[in-house]
């Protein structure tokens, strides 16, 4: 069989009601890549269309739509990514209406039923895919029973069925690696529309889901278990990566440092065979801050740290169950700042226990760090999380609501949307406007002759 496989995204980041940056080729599709492997041991043909890297007309779409046995693709919660993906789907079924359309990702594991009647689609596939997609092929062919395949939702006689129950994935060293060769076609490595990265640039993820229970983020709807692969596992990916020509390499793990041991034996393996990667760390714990793995991680080639800050304010870490503390946020950052790392951090505007004081003290607190690039979000009420669930059960939110700015018109905070996208504009503004924040990065772009990170410091300012 034929399985062309889109990745819908939005081609957007929203920071706030109405503010959006353009985010260009960033890292590849892995999800689907992942199911592309499996399909193609299967003995399948498989094409991958990105929307984030590459523009097609409708008449190209259609082309490669009629020329494919099956089309599948992902769904997120991201309203304008849901909007995308439910146009697309039911582009197929208009192209033909007898073509299979398949439909995973975030959203689905969320509200399954209501997210295939909404795409039109023949198949989805809550959680997981990589252990039901070669039985999902089959049963195209008429091979197998979509009833008997776990966390599969499909349609038979104008009603939804379920296979049977969905269960993890305990062993993610029994995955095989994704196809990254499927995408070689686009050049990846774009943060907010500015080339960031150098060479060949692909993403790596060694865990899924998160132990830790932060109540704005909705995650562990969708994962609720924690599982990690071994070192061992990890390290075989990135020869091959290595070997493939790839010079920039993403771990996009939600917490990929909160297990020293596995960053350790994964930092010496890169610096004992002189991988030469230029190394990108999206998701970083405070807490897990070690002078002497951070020091493995420089002498590897890491070259940029993510953090989820979120605020400036303990009482409001509290709130969100950080489990972590102002003065642990100075250390990190101090120590990412002696290892030379280009620190970007996160930052949540308009929690429901927030006052202008709240907001104002995180803006100075973000000002105050040495960090080298910010972004600041409106608070929402995402679907999934504990802060969402409460407000579904106290009636302020209707279940079908996946995310709900915090409002004060509705109960729902201290701001109304518009105060709140003021105040991230504003934050914007002082964060990039501040002469320490100006003075660091000229100096680290010339002392360095490197001028990538002053773009995009730009770009985060006009938002253009």
């Not at 353009?22 to 599709?29: E, I, K, M, R, T």
């Not at 359309?101 to 959680?127: F, Q, W, Y």
């Not at 930052?347 to 995180?362: D, Q, R, V």
Request: glycine content about 8%.
């Amino acid at each position: 069989m034929k399985f062309l496989l889109i990745y819908p995204a939005s081609g957007k980041w929203e920071l706030a009601v109405g503010k959006s940056i353009s985010v260009g080729a960033n890292l590849p599709p892995m999800g689907i890549l992942y199911l592309a492997k499996i399909l193609e041991n299967d003995g399948h043909d498989v094409e991958v269309i990105d929307f984030n890297a590459e523009f097609l007309t409708e008449d190209q779409i259609k082309k490669k739509i009629l020329s494919s046995d099956a089309v599948g693709m992902t769904v997120y919660t991201e309203p304008t990514a849901y909007k995308n993906s439910t146009k697309l789907s039911n582009f197929v079924k208009e192209c033909d209406k007898n073509i299979p359309v398949l439909i995973g990702g975030p959203h689905c594991s969320i509200e399954p039923e209501k997210t295939i009647i909404a795409h039109n689609a023949d198949i989805l596939v809550r959680g997981e895919g990589e252990l039901v997609i070669k039985p999902i092929a089959d049963a195209i062919q008429g091979k197998e029973k979509l009833s008997t395949i776990p966390g599969v939702y499909y349609k038979k006689n104008n009603k939804i069925l379920k296979g049977k129950p969905w269960k993890q994935i305990d062993d993610l060293d029994s995955i095989p690696f994704p196809s990254r060769y499927l995408v070689d076609k686009y050049e990846y490595g774009y943060l907010f529309g500015v080339k960031v990265a150098k060479g060949k640039t692909t993403s790596i993820l060694t865990s899924r889901g998160c132990p830790l229970h932060c109540t704005f983020c909705g995650l562990r709807s969708q994962l609720p278990e924690y599982h990690r692969r071994s070192a061992e596992n990890v390290i075989k990916e990135i020869e091959e990566i290595a070997n493939a020509g790839y010079k920039t390499l993403a771990f996009v793990d939600d917490n990929f440092t909160l297990y020293k041991k596995n960053v350790e034996k994964i930092m010496d393996f890169i610096i004992q065979n002189k991988l030469d990667l230029n190394i990108w760390i999206e998701g970083a714990r405070i807490d897990s801050a070690d002078g002497e793995v951070y020091k493995k991680m420089r002498a590897a080639g890491v070259e940029i740290i993510h953090y989820g800050i979120e605020s400036g304010n303990q009482d409001v870490l509290d709130y969100y169950d950080k489990k972590i503390t102002i003065p642990q946020i100075e250390g990190a950052l101090k120590l990412c700042k002696e290892m030379g790392f280009f620190v970007n951090a996160s930052f949540i505007l308009g929690a429901p226990i927030e006052t202008k004081k709240h907001i104002e003290n995180t803006i100075k607190f973000a000002k105050s760090l040495p960090l080298d690039s910010a972004t600041f979000y409106n608070f929402a009420y995402v679907i999934g999380s504990k802060i969402w669930e409460d407000a579904v059960k106290e009636g302020k939110i209707k279940p079908e609501e996946h995310t709900v700015n915090a409002d004060s018109t509705r109960g729902l905070g201290n701001f109304t949307e518009q105060e709140l996208i003021d105040y991230t504009m504003k934050a914007y503004k002082s964060y990039y406007f501040n002469p320490r924040l100006f003075t660091r990065e000229i100096y680290y772009a010339f002392s360095k002759r490197d001028f990538r990170f002053l773009k995009l410091g730009i770009k985060m300012l006009t938002g253009s």
